[in-house]
């Protein structure tokens, strides 16, 4: 368990003395956040603070899992480093779009169907990757079968597999993305995420069916390949972030943008896909379906009636223009995530406590 201690400390000290660091370079370059003309007039104060900042967390992820295999001497895995791989993958996706938004002075970077491309790519990759490298037990990174606190149903087959694993990343990351429109809103949410995956992968690896010496009900464990490093990957970030987090709050230092909320995004899929914990996701992120289906029903609402049902979406900014300031609606989003991921991992016990 050193490792995932290690992780979370190494990440989180590298974005408190990074992220400053970074500041200061991207605000000599000029790399400022353009702000949307037609959002609430309190976030004008915001244009030009330094973005893509996720370039921080992003590297301090990847370093503190690299720094903690090295001082541990533990091997890494390929349920890991698949994570990271999406992690990173869809950061540098973010990356480009943030670049050309800068350059161009707009708030559209990459057009749709470039960005789309990126996603894509990255996403495919990921999920045929998943299905390879079987363990001595037959356990891929990832498994043909839905999942809720572990599998369940028939085999989907590798086709709907690599569809459904497509729908998640690209429905997590711009759920994160959707949801970072306030000062530490998504940095905050996602710590809390993290934090509950740490705390899944510990308890797959301790109930592990590798593990099991003999089995009186095989439904009892958990058959995923590498519990204890995606709980290590998930420290990394929780602690990466947490660190971010000192720079990202109200009033912000530092955005992600795009960068780090597609990374996060992509992360908190692969770490569900991976776990096993398809399903149990959209609870775990509770706050970040929310906000997205926010934007589902104003669109929707829109286009089937001409009304709006929010004055503005996502749902965070309809109640800035409430009235309620900034740093109100982030620490009551927080709660509600709170409350998200204590019900998440309840769920989450109590699944398996139900088969013991």
């Known amino acids: 368990m050193r490792q995932i201690l290690f992780s979370g400390v190494i990440g989180l000290f590298l974005t408190l003395i990074g992220t400053p660091l970074l500041i200061k ?11 949307r003309d037609d959002g609430p007039r309190e976030h004008a104060s915001k244009r030009g603070t330094p973005t893509m900042g996720g370039i921080a967390f992003i590297l301090a992820t990847i370093i503190a899992y690299f720094a903690t295999k090295l001082i541990t001497g533990a091997p890494t895995t390929f349920s890991g480093l698949l994570v990271l791989f999406l992690m990173a993958g869809m950061g540098l996706v973010g ?67 690599v569809i459904w694993a497509l729908f998640m990343i690209l429905a997590m990351s711009n759920g994160v993305n959707l949801t970072d429109g306030l000062d530490g809103l998504a940095t905050g949410a996602s710590v809390m995420v993290f934090g509950a995956y740490t705390f899944i992968g510990v308890w797959q690896f301790q109930e592990s069916c590798a593990n099991a010496v003999t089995l009186t009900n095989p439904s009892a464990c958990f058959e995923v390949r590498d ?54 996701l959209a609870i775990l992120g509770g706050l970040f379906v929310l906000i997205t289906m926010s934007v589902v029903i104003q669109v929707g609402s829109f286009r089937l009636t001409g009304k709006r049902v929010f004055r503005m979406a996502p749902l965070q900014h309809h109640f800035e223009l409430k009235g309620w300031s900034e740093v109100l609606v982030v620490v009551r989003f927080w709660i509600i995530q709170g409350m998200c991921v204590i019900v998440g991992l309840g769920l989450f016990y109590a699944g398996w406590a139900n088969n013991k």
């Open 227 to 280: 519990p204890l490093d995606l709980a290590i990957v998930a420290s990394a970030l929780m602690g990466s972030c947490f660190g971010f987090l000192w720079w990202n709050t109200s009033p912000a230092k530092i955005f992600m943008g795009d960068t780090g909320s597609l990374a996060l995004g992509g992360a908190l899929a692969g770490l569900a896909i991976c776990s096993r914990t398809e399903l149990l």
């Open 95 to 161: 990356f480009l779009d943030d670049y050309i938004k800068i350059i161009k002075r707009r708030s559209l970077g990459l057009r749709a169907k470039a960005k789309m491309a990126g996603q894509l790519i990255v996403g495919i990759t990921f999920a045929v990757l998943a299905l390879q490298f079987a363990d001595i037990r037959g356990n891929t990174p990832a498994s043909t079968k839905l999942s809720f606190v572990q599998d369940f149903g028939w085999q989907i087959g590798p086709v709907l597999f």
């Open 25 to 35: 370079l991207l605000a000599k370059k000029g790399y400022g956040q353009y702000i």
